[in-house]
C-alpha cells in the first residue's frame, strides 16, 4: 500500500508540474554525490521513523 501511494505521489507530481520536476532533477543532479546521497538516507531515516511512530 505504502509503495502504491508512493508511485501515485510522485506520478501526480509530474503529470501536474513537469516542468518544475524536470527543474529539480538538473538540480540534483548538479550537487556532489555525497549530497545526494546524505538526502536519500536522510528521507529514508525520517520515512521509517514515521511509519515507527504511527504503527506504534
Known amino acids: 500500500m505504502a509503495i502504491a501511494i508512493a508511485l ?3 506520478g ?3 503529470a501536474l508540474f513537469p516542468n ?3 527543474r529539480a532533477m538538473l538540480h540534483v543532479l ?4 555525497a549530497t ?3 538526502t536519500g538516507l536522510a528521507v529514508a531515516v525520517a520515512a ?3 511509519m515507527w511512530l504511527v504503527k506504534g
Open 36 to 38: 545526494v546521497r546524505l
Open 8 to 10: 501515485f505521489l510522485e
Open 20 to 22: 518544475a520536476m524536470k
Open 30 to 33: 548538479a550537487q556532489p554525490v
Open 48 to 50: 521509517v521513523t514515521l
Open 12 to 14: 501526480a507530481a509530474y
